[in-house]
Each structure stands twice: as structure tokens, then as C-alpha cells.
């Protein structure tokens, strides 16, 4: 079949919550995709900030061969070694204590509020804690992750949502200690913010929200989900701000294409769980957690970290001079390799050109190009992309001119 008739059908079959790229990807190899037509792509998307070590990675896919040989899944009424050892590692990055396994993103948000909440309840038996989330925050879709997310737009048709959250304007201290009352349990906040357009906390802000929360014992939950796992230079963005969150959610990258996540605190908020506070049937299966196993060794045994912080420069400089050289590019922002490029024209249009030469790309907000692509990206696969995304903004300036 050509790709047009898997588009076709998928058009008939699937619920239309997206409106998708008219492209039906196939398989991949290194920081390369290809489509079902044999058209290849250079990918600055990366599954949306998640496969981190590229497509076809030899030991990766071997690890889980060798895991779905031996054992698939078997519920957490029981131990398995892979869940263990996953759990063991995130610790010893994090410098946090417990880890609870989930199957994405938003089930850690959701874990993370529950623990909030279950921590404040333990200190006070009241029930109507409040949470300080922010504005052009991004946690995920479910009811509670849509809760403490701040776009109207997502949330207004599914209303009523969970109550008691209240929001605050993103790097601006005061705005949030507008919104502190005696209720407040928990400050929810990106490291940087990934959908919202790529804005990195300051530090001066995230370490006064850290005070805040010392000073009267609130839970800080930071979600690394995007920025995590060395995508912005250190393992944990939080790590670059000196502080440590009381709870951090991650996914995304963690797995590397196995969907999976995680919620990880210290023990002083952890213990506020107890059995039959929280479940799930496949969160930390053998299967998922090999994964994480064989993320976590990867990243050492490549230096995954230390790559990003030698080639993200580079990164910063070719979209650097592209803000010098067309009108239309306004600014960059991000770290590491999480950057967002400015436009001062809908970003669509421009992503749709360079799908056509064969570039992956995505948007964080309507004006925002995100480049999110796979942590060993060479200087080479980045001046490919600064060569095709030239070329579509020479291309949209000549017709501007028109
Ligand atoms: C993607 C994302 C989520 C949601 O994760 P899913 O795995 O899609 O459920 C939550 N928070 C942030 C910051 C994200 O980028």
C-alpha cells in the first residue's frame, strides 16, 4: 500500500484528535526515518523528546529481546528484577529515595498529586489542599494532569475538573506567592517549560519557589518529564538550579520507546503512601523497566551527557545565525538539546516545507519551532538541518515578498 492509502484509512479508523502530518513512518535508523514510500527524514523530533538514543540501537533492542524472551509482565503483586534494578539506578541519579513505575507521563502527574495530597491529609486530616500550578504549563491529558495544566483551551469543554488549583505566572515569584494560602499543599511546575513554548525556569525564580515551600513545608513537584533524562545537560534539568525537588516526574525519554514513567520522591514525603494508596497493572513491568535498565547504561557507557554538552552549542550558534539572517526568526530559547526557535509568523508553514525536504520538525505554541532531537546528534546531522531549514526560510521569505 502507498503511504496515501494507509492515510486514508487511518482517516475512516482512528479518532480525529490530531490533526497528523500527512506522512506514515515506517522505521528508523540512527536519527533517521523513514516512511512507508522509502523517503527518508532527519529527526529533530524524536517521538516528541523520547527516543534519546536513536532508532535501531543495537544494544537497546537486544536488552529487550532478551527480556521479552524471559519475561513479559507480572503485575506488582510480586517483585521482578528489571523493576528493581530500574528503581536502584533512578535513585542513584536522582539523589531521590522512591520511585513508582507508571506507563506515561501523565499517570506520574497524576501518582505526583496523589502523594501531594496524601501528605498533607496525613498532616492535618482536611481534605481541601489546594495546588499552585502555572500558566502555559503542560502535565498531560487525563483529569488531574488537565487540571494543573495551564491552557484554557484544553481544558474548558471537559470542566468540571479537580478542584483546588490555582495558578501562577511562570518565572515570577510574586505571582506565585499571590497565590499561597494555608491550604496550599504542592507548587507543580516544568523545569522548563516544554509545550508552552521551551522557557527554562530562572534560577533566582525556581530557587525562591524552593524557600517558599521550605518555609512552609509545601511539596515542590517538578516535571522533568520532557526536560529529563539528560536532555538539557545534566540527567535532571533541576540538577543545573541547586535545588532538589520533593517529587519529580519523569517519562518521556526514560524508556526510549517503551512507554513508560515515573514518579520519584524522598522519603520524608514517600512514606506518606501506604499499600492500597496507589496501583496499576502494568506500571514497572519486567518488560518496561528493561528498558529503563538499558537506558540508564547506554547513557553512561555512550556519555550521552557529556555529548549534548559538547554539540548543543553548536545547535545554539546555526539557529543563532539564523535569527540574524531572516526577519521572521525573532529568538531562541532552551538548553541543551531542548531549544525553541521564535518566529514572528505561525511556525506551521515552515514545518510543513521542511517535512518536504525530508526534515522533521515540530511546534511548541503557534510561533515556536521545537527542536527536541535524538541526544546523539552529531555536528554533521545538525548542519544538515540548519542547511534544509535555511533553505525553507529563504523559500518563505521569497514568498513574503510576492
Ligand atoms: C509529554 C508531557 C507530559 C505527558 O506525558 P505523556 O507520556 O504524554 O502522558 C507531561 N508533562 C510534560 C512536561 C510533558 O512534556
Known amino acids: 500500500m502507498t503511504s496515501q492509502e494507509y492515510i486514508d484509512i487511518a482517516e475512516e479508523a482512528l479518532l480525529h484528535t490530531y490533526n497528523r502530518y500527512q506522512i506514515v513512518l515506517d522505521r528508523g535508523e540512527g536519527v533517521y526515518l523513514y516512511d512507508t514510500d522509502g523517503k527518508r527524514y532527519l529527526d529533530f523530533a524524536a517521538g516528541i523528546a523520547v527516543f534519546a538514543l536513536g532508532y535501531k540501537n543495537e544494544g537497546y533492542n537486544e536488552a529487550l529481546i532478551q527480556q521479552i524472551n524471559k519475561l513479559i509482565h507480572t503485575s506488582n503483586l510480586y517483585y521482578n528484577v528489571p523493576a528493581v534494578e530500574a528503581a536502584v539506578k533512578i535513585k542513584k541519579a536522582s539523589g531521590m529515595d522512591r520511585v513508582f513505575f507508571t506507563n506515561s507521563g501523565t499517570e506520574a502527574i497524576e501518582g505526583a498529586i496523589k502523594l501531594a495530597r496524601k501528605y498533607a491529609y496525613q498532616k492535618d486530616n482536611t481534605t481541601d489542599h489546594e495546588i499552585i500550578a502555572m500558566q502555559h504549563s503542560f502535565h498531560g491529558r487525563s483529569l488531574g494532569a488537565l487540571s494543573v495544566t495551564g491552557n484554557v483551551k484544553y481544558q474548558e469543554a471537559f470542566k468540571p475538573l479537580i478542584g483546588g488549583v ?16 494555608e491550604k496550599t499543599c504542592a507548587i507543580i511546575l516544568e ?18 519557589v524552593r ?7 509545601i511539596i515542590l513537584i517538578l516535571d522533568e518529564i520532557q526536560c529529563g533524562m539528560g536532555r538539557t545537560g545534566t540527567m535532571f534539568a533541576w540538577q543545573q ?10 517519562a518521556k525519554a526514560l524508556g526510549c520507546g517503551i512507554p513508560v514513567g515515573a514518579f520519584v520522591a524522598v522519603e520524608r514525603v514517600a512514606k506518606a503512601m501506604q499499600p492500597g494508596d496507589h496501583g496499576t497493572t502494568y506500571g514497572g513491568n519486567p518488560l518496561a523497566c528493561a528498558a529503563v535498565n ?16 559538547e554539540v548543543s552549542g553548536y545547535l545554539e550558534e546555526k539557529l543563532e545565525e539564523m535569527i540574524k539572517k531572516y526577519d521572521i526568526v525573532k529568538t531562541r530559547r532552551g538548553k541543551g538539546l531542548m531549544q ?13 516545507k521542511a517535512l518536504q525536504k525530508g526534515l522533521i520538525l515540530i511546534t511548541a505554541g503557534q510561533n515556536i519551532i521545537r527542536l527536541v532531537p535524538p541526544l546523539i546528534i552529531t555536528k554533521e546531522h545538525i548542519e544538515e538541518m540548519a542547511e534544509i531549514l535555511n533553505q525553507v526560510f529563504e523559500l518563505k521569505m521569497m514568498e513574503m515578498e510576492k
Not at 524557600?211 to 513545608?217: A, F, M, N
Not at 538550579?241 to 519523569?250: A, N, Q, W
Not at 525553541?340 to 510543513?352: C, N, R, S, W
Open 191 to 208: 523545569t522548563v517549560q516544554g509545550e508552552g513554548g521551551i522557557y527554562p525556569a530562572e534560577k533566582e525564580f525556581l530557587q525562591g
Open 294 to 309: 538499558r537506558v540508564f547504561e547506554l547513557f553512561e557507557e555512550g556519555n550521552i551527557i557529556e555529548h549534548v554538552n
Open 166 to 181: 490555582k495558578f501562577a505566572e511562570f518565572n515570577d515569584l510574586d505571582s506565585v506567592k499571590e497565590q499561597i494560602t
Open 241 to 250: 538550579y541547586g535545588v532538589k525537588p520533593d517529587i519529580m516526574t519523569v
Open 211 to 217: 524557600e517558599l515551600c521550605d518555609k512552609r513545608d
Open 340 to 352: 525553541g526557535l521564535e518566529l514572528t509568523i505561525p511556525a506551521q508553514d515552515i514545518i510543513l
